[in-house]
């Protein structure tokens, strides 16, 4: 039998126009210390994107979340925030900013598998309800 694990994950999301406080969401970052487990999923809606901002430069925002993906998975090439242990990497990626990419709160669960967990999650909250398949909306409710 499979233990169930304390994880905490947050939101990301994207905020092109700062001022204007409009968002959606882009990406779930999962972090579960007993499991050994920090992962990230990003994906960039570039119709939502442009709704809230025909300027927006999709390629530079692809970059930031690709980046932050690499920090998740500690890929030494994202720098020096990705060598630091996973507890750091998940504080540091969950940390309140005031930029063009944010996260939400931090939110608690318990997971026998978190890379299941971080599919769900991303499926549940970046993937916009109509293009999601009949099995993926059942399993949300």
Known sequence: ??????????????????????????????????????????????????????????????????????????DRSAGAMAVLDASDRFGWLAAPSSTVIQCSPIHTGLSTDPGETLERLFIALVRPLEGRTSKESSEKR
């Open 1 to 74: 039998m499979t233990t169930a694990a304390a994880f905490q994950y947050v939101v990301l999301r994207v905020v092109p126009r700062v001022e204007r406080g409009e968002c959606f969401n882009a990406g779930v970052v999962v972090f579960c210390r007993t499991k050994r487990y920090l992962a990230a999923r990003v994906e960039l809606d570039e119709q939502r994107l442009r709704a809230l901002d025909p300027d927006a430069d999709i390629a530079l925002l692809r970059n930031h979340l690709d980046a932050l993906v690499r920090i998740a998975e500690g």
